[in-house]
């Protein structure tokens, strides 16, 4: 992560590069400014070109961890003199056509095993953009990411056992609360909380190991901490008498589903690639244990690009082994939101989806949408993050391949950050709500 001094004096340089004038007259603009939220799209044009003139766009950005995350394409300008992203075709790079946030969603690492890490969501993160003529850039502009709208609060968390990061809207609410559990990641996904604060929800990003004083491994997953997360949620004086909702994904997916089944209170939960299963180690709830459904790394196999393919190794959750794993999802009196990619190589989301939906039918009940991406990978998050086709697996101890294909992906992320918007404002959202869209 960047020292205080370092990112001064980076915000400097950009704001040099944003406001120099080029000899050439060529100008490159974003649009409505170069400053927007992080999932928020800018218009991007160049002007001051040659009529038909052929130039390369590139496009860079860096993430916490210092990861170069780049993409290019190629156009040639109009009558004008002029390229248009949102109506002008790209000839060649790292995509092709007309793509409005193309040198959005293709950026990606020089290796392909690197995922976009956004630890510090309270600095904005930049995505500096390049107009290349005879390989000399002729324009250049930085676009500005924030993560954090003014007036969100950010509140570390250390209450009791548990630990993370509480993002609070402006006003005194009372808000919806949500908690966003993400139970590998090594700490909190704050970059979710921060952007759903800002949508008007009380967000509590709760860690679970590997973060602070937490365990680095756990031998089981203790539902009473994440109880204490939502106790703690509820009892802040801006969610008081406001309903919960679980945002999750992978295994988080089937902590929250066991959390709406053996816990009261919850109203809604979005479970984005999870399992209908507990998973890999044994859950705890005072008396209830449920064994975890586990793998056989035997039935991995390799990529052509050389990662571990693991989609096929977690046994089936239908099996004699496998059943004693499932979770009761009939007695959750919540709404849920399954949203699976089909071309997820974690494992079976969509297979996992399906079985739920069928077991909350079979006891009567239609209390569910199931939202489902053809070509999407695994790791659906916020819009603009970049896609993530391998990484190391913290279960398997490598790196494994994640599938799905980018911009199918990145339309994936664009779509269900939309849906889960609207499901929580649905669900956890009364006639009186405080729910606002802070744009």
């Known amino acids: 992560m960047f020292s205080a001094l370092k990112y001064a004096l980076i915000i400097s340089a950009r704001n040099t590069l944003a406001k120099m004038h080029y000899s050439s007259g060529v100008m490159l603009r974003l649009s409505p400014s170069s400053k927007c939220s992080f999932e928020n799209p800018v218009h991007v044009t160049v002007s001051g070109l040659n009529p038909q003139q052929h130039v390369e766009l590139r ?156 365990p680095q491994k756990v031998e089981k997953f203790d539902l009473e901490y994440f109880e204490e997360g939502i106790t703690f949620l509820r009892q802040q004086p801006e969610v008081k008498g406001q309903k919960i909702g679980l945002l999750s994904i992978s295994k988080s997916g089937d902590l929250s589903l066991s959390m709406a089944s053996f816990l009261p209170g919850i109203s809604a939960i979005v479970l984005i690639n999870g399992c209908n299963a507990n998973t890999l180690v044994p859950l705890q709830y005072k008396d209830i244990c449920l064994p975890p459904l586990l793998f056989n790394l035997k039935r991995a196999k390799m990529t052509p690009l050389g990662f571990l393919d693991v989609g096929d190794v977690m046994h089936d959750p239908m099996s004699k082994e496998g059943l004693p794993s499932v979770i009761p999802i009939e007695r959750a009196t919540c709404s849920f939101m399954f949203i699976m990619s089909e071309a997820d190589r974690n494992w079976r989301s969509a297979y996992y989806a399906t079985l739920a939906c069928n077991r909350l039918q079979e006891h009567g009940k239609n209390n569910y949408e199931l939202v489902r991406y053809e070509k999407a990978g695994h790791f659906i998050e916020v819009p603009y993050m970049p896609f993530c086709p391998a990484a190391f697996h913290a279960a398997v101890g490598q790196v494994v391949f994640f599938g799905g294909e980018p911009k199918a992906h990145a339309e994936a992320q664009l779509d269900a950050w939309a849906k889960i918007q609207i499901f929580f404002k649905k669900h956890l959202v009364g006639a009186d709500h405080n729910c606002t869209s802070m744009l």
Not at 75 to 104: K, M, W
Not at 117 to 141: G, H, Q
Not at 192 to 199: D, E, G, V, W
Not at 203 to 211: D, W
């Open 59 to 214: 496009s860079k950005m860096t993430d916490d961890k210092g990861v170069v995350f780049k993409a290019s394409a190629i156009y040639r300008a109009d009558d004008s003199g002029q390229v248009d992203l949102n109506c002008h075709s790209s000839l060649g790079g790292s995509y092709t056509g007309i793509e409005p946030a193309g040198l959005f969603w293709a950026l990606k690492a020089e290796a392909l095993s690197s995922k976009f890490v956004k630890k510090d969501v309270t600095r904005p993160s930049f995505v500096d953009i390049e107009v290349l003529s005879n390989d000399k850039v002729i324009a250049k502009v930085t676009n500005e990411r924030h993560c954090m709208a003014d007036g969100v609060r950010r509140v570390p968390v250390a209450e009791g056992r548990i630990r993370g990061t509480l993002f609070l809207p402006p006003g005194t609410g009372p808000f919806p609360g949500i908690l966003d559990t993400y139970v590998f990641k090594g700490g909190p996904f704050e970059l979710r909380a921060a952007l759903l604060a800002k949508k008007g929800f009380a967000v509590l990003a709760l860690a679970f190991q590997g973060y602070q004083d937490l």
